[in-house]
T-cell receptor, first 113, second 112 residues
């Protein structure tokens, strides 16, 4: 099955700096790559996703890039703010009807004011 | 607006008890999932279902079973709860890929 690795496990940045979280996957059939943000005590929520026919996608301060050849994708957060502090999960999925997402282990991002 | 609800936010049970966790969704989604979340271990898939009465084992199914008698409801069953099943349990739903997966609010289960 698919194996998703996520790095780093913890990341601390100063407010206003950029943060980058990287994930690799093993199954070349994977074609959908979402990112979830989980604030303390809350449920994970989708913040951005990318499909394999696209190399980059942006939404305001967040962007995701995908390199299918190297089988890796990354989350970029610019101009970080304290409210960006959370655990971020990457995931990968192939297109079967089973619909399973394979998650990375998560990155605890802390943004210091 | 997708709504995924779980029967309890907090639950305390004794070792050996049978425990039922319920998840209900109102979006007519085909796929439903049960995860457990522990510090440092991320989201681990226990079981999932892609249709009524259909189920598939995830990565850590031992000690758990599931039931999906109706499309909107997916139950996780701990036949004989043990202390190592103390955890946060998250339900999720998803329509046919590549649609978004939505999570429920979670149930924090403590087994004494």
């Amino acid at each position: 099955g698919e194996n998703v690795e996520q790095h780093p496990s913890t990341l601390s940045v100063q407010e206003g700096d950029s943060a980058v979280i990287k994930c690799t996957y093993s199954d070349s059939a994977s074609n959908y790559f979402p990112w979830y943000k989980q604030e303390l005590g809350k449920r994970p929520q989708l913040i951005i996703d990318i499909r394999s026919n696209v190399g980059e996608k942006k939404d305001q301060r967040i962007a995701v890039t995908l390199n299918k050849t190297a089988k890796h994708f990354s989350l970029h957060i610019t101009e970080t703010q304290p409210e960006d502090s959370a655990v971020y999960f990457c995931a990968a999925s192939e297109g079967s009807t089973l619909g399973r997402l394979y998650f990375g282990r998560g990155t605890q991002l802390t943004v210091w004011p | 607006d997708v709504k995924v609800t779980q029967s309890s936010r907090y639950l305390v049970k004794r070792t050996g008890e049978k425990v039922f966790l319920e998840c209900v969704q109102d979006m007519d989604h085909e796929n439903m999932f049960w995860y457990r979340q522990d510090p440092g271990l991320g989201l681990r898939l226990i079981y999932f279902s892609y249709d009524v009465k259909m189920k598939e084992k995830g990565d850590i199914p031992e000690g758990y079973s599931v039931s999906r008698e109706k499309k909107e409801r997916f139950s996780l069953i701990l036949e004989s709860a043990s202390t190592n099943q103390t955890s946060m349990y998250l339900c999720a739903t998803r329509n046919l890929p590549p649609d978004t997966q939505y999570f429920g609010p979670g149930t924090r289960l403590t087994v004494l």
